[in-house]
């Protein structure tokens, strides 16, 4: 059976500093450079792409093997590529300069670089070091801090269309001999490049950090930058038992409120067509959106049925954020802002569907029981209310991204954690619903739905 004319393996394999390997030898660059030409040339039925560990070339890398023929090229640079596409995989003529012809030289390199790379594995196990990986995560940190500092100081907007590191500083306000030696971090780590002393963003960085709408996520990110401090503090918060440092939402002034939101924008934004599809709304005449946030869920529900009229919930300080969306939208007449407190306030009554977006998981089980009770009260008959959140696995151990945003939540509020569906249904049977399903979504977050 043949699903592609031609079926092309590229080493990825990365390793330990210092050790040759193809992703440390541009690997990344030949891949990227590939998936371009081969859309470019009109091959993307003809010609699949998979990553793969090393091929036993390390020294001689970025490899990669095109089959059926099983040609084995090295050595291969991104300017080489377009010529591979054309002439390979275009005309079926290999590209001879760049081909390993002896095919009994190239058994016996990888066999000799195979005994190499098991000698010095059965080396590193009994010398009792620290696994390579267990190190990079460990480590992994750095260059997390890295990058949030870059974006902090703004840096990607200040190289803009290339900049040397005084320049950078200069505009930054920031000491020129530091700034060299983040920028040249950020080089090592691919997010900038650097020739004859000038700095440049690569083309994600300046798409995602470099200032330029429409998809700067800057404002977004920034969110992330204050998450850091935190995180800083789990050892304490471990100990005990609860936030030591907590600012939830609005309790950290407006720049915090922005970034925030912000940050809640860009995935809500992206992520409610989809949860709009589930769920289903026509036919339903109001709806509620606790703990709305910008808006962004209650904006695509009343695009998709123009009868709904929508009220949004949360706290003083987020409508103002809120309403510029939806006025920006054109949809303020038929999306009501409302200030209060989610946790206590009477909620309303006769609303066709309640939904609680990214809300659960502030608050402890008690919370959400008392949450939940107040949305049943809100409810028209067959209303229903969805809940759109992390949801954990029965034993608590994944998805991993669900289990590590519980401990976000551990260093951010009293009592939030992630929850298993077992939880979210025993509680929305309990406030008394008497359908509850599960709606499985792309990504970590999925939806519960109880039915009044
Ligand atoms: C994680 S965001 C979710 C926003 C939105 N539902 C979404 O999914 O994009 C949590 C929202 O709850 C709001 N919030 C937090 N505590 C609240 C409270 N006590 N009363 C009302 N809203 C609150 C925050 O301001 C924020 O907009
Ligand atoms: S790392 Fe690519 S061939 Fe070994």
């Given at each position: ?6 079926h092309?393996?590229?080493c ?36 699949q792409?998979?990553l793969?560990g090393?091929?036993?070339?390390c ?11 099983g ?7 991104p ?5 591979i596409v ?12 760049l ?11 990888i ?8 000698a ?12 390579e990986?267990?190190?990079q995560?460990?480590?992994?940190f750095?260059?997390s801090?890295a ?6 100081l ?15 500083a200069a ?14 971090a ?6 900038l ?5 000038m700095?440049?963003s ?7 950090f ?21 995180w ?9 038992g ?7 939402a609005?309790e950290?002034?407006?720049?915090w409120t922005e ?10 934004r ?18 509620l ?11 695509a529900f ?11 919930l ?5 409508l103002?954020i ?23 306030d ?16 502030m ?5 959400n029981?008392?949450?939940l ?7 028209a ?10 949801i ?9 991204q ?6 976000n ?8 954690s ?17 359908k ?17």
């Open positions: 059976m043949e699903a592609f004319r031609y092309v393996f590229v990825d394999q990365s390793k330990a500093e210092g050790v040759p390997c193809c992703a440390g030898r541009g690997s990344g660059k030949v891949m990227e450079a590939l998936r371009q030409e081969i859309a470019a040339q009109g091959l993307l039925d003809a010609v792409i998979t793969c090393s091929l036993g070339l020294e001689r890398g970025p490899n990669m093997v095109v089959y059926p023929e040609v084995w090229y090295s050595a291969v640079q300017e080489d590529v377009p010529e054309r002439s390979h995989f275009q005309q079926g003529r290999k590209v001879e300069r081909v390993n012809k002896d095919a009994a030289a190239l058994k016996e390199e066999q000799t670089n195979r005994n190499k790379a098991l010095a594995m059965k080396a590193r196990e009994a010398s009792g070091e620290l696994p990986e267990l190190l995560t460990i480590r992994g750095q260059e801090r990058i949030l500092t870059g974006i902090e703004n840096i990607f907007a200040a190289i803009g269309n290339g900049a040397t590191a005084g320049q950078v505009k930054i306000g920031t000491d020129a001999r530091a700034t060299e030696m983040l920028l040249n950020l080089v090592a780590m691919g997010m490049a650097k020739s004859g002393g700095f440049h690569t083309r994600v960085t300046a798409r995602y470099g200032g330029k709408a429409p998809d700067d996520a800057r404002a977004a990110m920034m969110h992330i930058v204050h998450l850091w401090e935190r800083s503090t789990l050892t304490e918060c471990v100990r005990a609860t936030s030591v440092k907590r600012q939830e609005a950290g002034g407006d720049d970034s925030f939101i912000a940050a809640m924008h860009r995935n809500a992206a992520r409610a067509p989809q949860v709009v599809e589930a769920v289903g709304i026509q036919g339903a005449r109001r709806m959106d606790v703990g709305g946030g910008s808006g962004a869920y209650s904006i009343a695009q998709a049925n123009e009868m709904l009229q929508v009220e949004l949360d706290l003083p300080e987020v103002p809120a309403q510029r969306h939806i006025e920006e939208a054109g949809l303020g007449h038929r999306i009501k802002t409302r200030a209060g407190d989610l946790r206590t009477f909620l309303g009554k006769g609303f066709d569907v309640i939904l609680i977006s990214a809300i659960c998981h608050l402890g089980p008690e919370g029981r008392n949450l009770k107040r949305c049943y009260e809100a409810l008959p067959e209303g229903r209310v969805v809940i759109s959140d992390f954990l696995e029965a034993d608590k151990t994944g998805p991993k669900a289990a590590l945003f519980a401990l939540m551990l260093v951010g509020t009293h009592d939030g992630s929850y298993s569906e077992s939880e979210y249904g025993g509680w929305l049977r309990e406030a008394g619903f008497r509850v399903c599960r709606m499985r979504l792309p990504g970590p977050a999925h939806l519960m739905v109880g039915t009044r």
